[in-house]
């Protein structure tokens, strides 16, 4: 099932703390992927559908500059044909030694609309991606061609990606923390859950600037808590 556009903007509104939490309660704990970070500021969170890539070591008589060539070429055969709205991610086995794309590439795919790229390894030209302002996530800076150590094999598959998980069509939200995987058939009640999850924490928050104490507010075990929330939220209309 597509991501709705409610979901969607109810997602852009959570954090990817929030949404691991709840996961975490689904038993669900293996879904952030590990050791990435965007490559600029965040002012809105990342939110798509996965379209995956997946590469393996490199062989070496068959991975030369001439594979290019063919426009069947996995990597790129993913790039021209990543749908306006999706997210490109990258199974680059968590190696940043070499490049997963560059500047060009990534280039295109904003130009196409898509919603963001992900890599567990790095991405060269990683200013250049940064200025472009399409959300991209991953390990460090990578100079090196990704023909030096990656062959890409397949698009539109499972994958692991920072030994998360990764499903075609299951949903990345992105945000300053990092990359997390809703799996697809989640994607609804998890935003709607978040949301209201994340209600609550902007109220004990706000109660604890002043100066509030944790104790039955954070978790909310004190029956009162909920009460004065459903007070203050009315009272803000949120």
């Known amino acids: 099932m597509a991501l709705s556009d409610t979901t969607r903007k109810l997602l852009r509104k959570v954090s990817t703390a929030t949404v691991a939490t709840i996961l975490f309660k689904r038993g669900l704990r293996n879904q952030m992927i590990q050791g990435v970070l965007p ?3 965040v002012t809105e969170s990342m939110v798509g559908e996965a379209v995956t890539v997946r590469y393996i070591p490199a062989r070496e008589d068959l991975n030369g500059l001439e594979v290019f060539k063919d426009p069947a070429h ?5 790039v021209e044909n990543c749908p306006a709205g999706k997210v490109l991610v990258f199974d680059s086995r968590k190696d940043a030694r070499a490049a997963s794309a560059g500047a060009i590439l990534v280039g295109r795919l904003k130009a196409r609309g898509v919603a963001g790229v992900v890599t567990d390894g790095g991405f060269r030209d990683s200013a250049e ?5 399409i ?3 991953h390990q460090r800076p990578s100079a090196p061609t990704n023909l030096t150590l990656n062959q890409a094999i397949d698009i539109d598959v499972p994958i692991a990606c920072g030994d998360a998980p990764v499903f075609p069509g299951d949903v990345l ?7 997390i995987v809703i799996p697809a058939h989640l994607a609804e ?4 859950e978040a949301t209201e999850m994340t209600a609550y924490e902007d109220f004990a928050a706000a ?3 002043e100066g509030r104490s944790l104790v039955g507010l954070y978790p909310a075990t004190d029956p009162a808590s909920l009460t004065e929330f459903a007070t203050w939220r009315q009272k ?3």
Request: charged share 20%; proline share 9%; hydrophobic share 50%.
């Open 189 to 192: 009640e998890i935003a709607v």
């Open 173 to 179: 939200l992105g945000d300053a923390d990092g990359v």
């Open 207 to 209: 109660k604890v600037a």
């Open 135 to 137: 959300p991209a996530y």
């Open 39 to 41: 490559l600029h500021p």
């Open 129 to 133: 991606i940064a200025a472009l302002g």
């Open 236 to 238: 803000r209309g949120v």
């Open 74 to 78: 996995p990597q790129r055969r993913a």
